[in-house]
């Protein structure tokens, strides 16, 4: 019997083996995976950047469009630096697993989907690859570039040299790869950069036209990239958190799905691509056809949806936060089934926020509307702390030109954005023990400790400050005009309204100060 059972085990532990191989299309199809996939295609772009946010935005939404437009084709991904994940990435011959995880309408969402818009990814910094990438360059089938190799890829370095297999800096690869597919005498590209600064796109090619002049490439050249290629800026919006990090879930996803894949990734369910450029890119670009341009879109431009994002996303966030923080809140997913701060921020972006906004209302009621879904996700772990850094510089970008707008139109003080203000000078000087190298160490009214960071110089203000009078205290922050840019005690009222607010947070709670508010 003894035998019999631990044979059965060891049987069971060699199916369990035989199961757990990587993914690829014979493994997948083993499992009998019944989503779409497209095995061969045109390699039609060219992505720089191989890493979690691009395979579950760009590359998702080329997935689509091959299955909704018949696009018929493939991403080549490059990795931006030596070290990645190309190996990997071809192991599996460009497959990997998609979740998108989150909550739509009140509903939780948990889809998964296998992408098979990938090729193959390149390590340029190996000769086979390197020559692997001009190959693709000057290919009749390549359309597109996309780039996101973080804000810090798009960045003009003299160090690298034309002759360079390859150059460190990404806008200087790309300025090898366009001279390569000039000199084959082939049609100028769309190029979509994805990187998270202001205009993006400009930025890129004024960092090739650098190269251009330092280089010595010929004015024909120039031409061709400023004339015949199409630099877009774009802005993207989807949170990634990435790979599961709970190995338990792993190994529960493995045995659901029948295959091992560490290339596994998670997105939030929620995304948008706004592109700047023409018309006729739609011509070109298959997102219109694959009737997805409620989530990737053309616009001349795009500044209003930076507006929309900073000012309702971002603003929502800087906007709320410090105070739910100091009402006993941890995670913005439990601040949206609190009552009074979930209200307290609708009632901000749709009464304070919105009217300010030069967008269509119903567009911006939409995008307000998802803002609380996304906060609502139950898969991600967002702690208000990590949301607290720098709030003196994301108050006064994300939240003052709301709170200027408002009392330019209304001729009056917008209640939430006011008491939001008392919120961010609660938090920066609750109970303050002391200035340390990590920050301003403050006590919470639950009792526990919390340090504030923010540059030195803010730190150091509120420091000086601590055994202020809150009506002190209020004047000090609002004429300092290092903060805000002007001394905000012009505003009438203002300075009576926020002095109350931090009085009412300070002797009846946080979260009474922003019921008060409704």
């Known amino acids: 019997m003894k035998t019999g059972t631990c044979g059965n085990r060891e049987n069971k532990q060699i199916g369990e083996n035989k199961i757990m191989k990587r993914l690829n299309y014979k493994v997948l199809e083993e499992t009998g995976y019944q989503g779409y996939l497209l095995k061969k295609a045109p390699e039609k772009v060219l992505q720089f950047g191989e890493g ?30 030596g070290g990645g994940l190309a190996k990997m990435i071809n192991e599996q011959e460009g497959l990997y697993t998609l979740y998108l995880r989150g909550s739509e309408k009140g509903q939780k969402v948990d889809d998964r989907r296998v992408i098979s818009s990938v090729s193959r990814c390149l390590n340029p910094y190996e000769t086979d690859d390197y020559k692997a990438m001009m190959e693709v360059a000057a290919s009749d089938d390549l359309e597109i570039i996309v780039s996101n190799t973080t804000e810090a890829g798009i960045v003009y370095d003299p160090s690298c040299k034309q002759e360079d297999c390859p150059p460190v800096s990404f806008p200087a ?39 251009i002049d330092q280089w010595g490439m010929e004015e024909v050249f120039r031409t061709y990239v400023n004339e015949e290629c199409t630099f877009c800026g774009s802005l993207v919006d989807r949170i990634v958190p990435g790979r599961i990090r709970d190995p338990k879930e ?65 603003g929502a966030h800087t906007g709320f936060v410090l105070g739910a923080y100091l009402a006993g809140q941890d995670i913005v997913r439990d601040c949206m089934q609190d009552e009074f701060i979930k209200n307290f921020m609708n009632k901000m972006l749709y009464e304070e926020v919105i009217p300010t906004l030069p967008l269509d209302k119903e567009d911006l009621m939409q995008f307000a509307a998802a803002v609380q879904d996304r906060f609502n996700n139950p898969f991600v772990n967002h702690e208000l702390m990590s949301i607290s850094l720098n709030s003196t510089s994301k108050w006064k970008a994300r939240n003052m030109p709301s709170f200027l707008g408002y009392i330019e139109q209304k001729k009056e003080l917008p209640v939430c954005l006011t008491m939001s203000l008392a919120a961010y000078i609660a938090f920066y000087s609750n109970e303050i023990q002391c200035l340390t190298d990590a920050g301003l160490v403050c006590r919470r009214p639950a009792g526990n400790e919390y340090t504030v960071s923010d540059d030195r110089w803010v730190l150091e203000f509120y420091e000086a400050h601590k055994d202020d009078s809150e009506e002190a205290l209020v004047h000090a922050v609002l004429t300092n005009i290092q903060m805000w840019d002007q001394d905000l005690t012009s505003i009438g009222g203002l300075e009576a309204a926020v002095t109350a607010g931090l009085k009412k947070i300070r002797t009846e709670g946080a979260g009474a100060a922003y019921q008060s508010c409704l």
Request: with cysteine.
């Open 173 to 211: 690869k790309l300025t090898q790869v366009l001279h390569h597919r000039y000199q084959a005498g082939k049609s100028g590209i769309i190029m979509l950069a994805c990187e998270l600064i202001d205009n993006n796109g400009k930025e890129l090619l004024k960092c090739v036209n650098q190269y």
């Open 52 to 81: 979690n946010f691009l395979r579950a935005f760009v590359d998702y939404w080329f997935d689509l469009a091959n299955e909704k437009a018949g696009w018929n084709g493939k991403c080549v991904l490059v990795q931006p630096i």
């Open 250 to 314: 792993t190994e529960e996803l493995n045995r659901k799905h029948g295959y091992e894949d560490p290339l596994l990734d998670v997105g939030e369910v929620f995304g948008v691509w706004v592109i700047e450029g023409g018309e006729k890119l739609n011509d070109i670009l298959p997102f219109r056809k694959a009737g997805i341009e409620d989530k990737v879109f053309v616009v001349p431009d795009m500044s209003p949806y930076k507006k929309r994002k900073v000012r309702i996303l971002n």
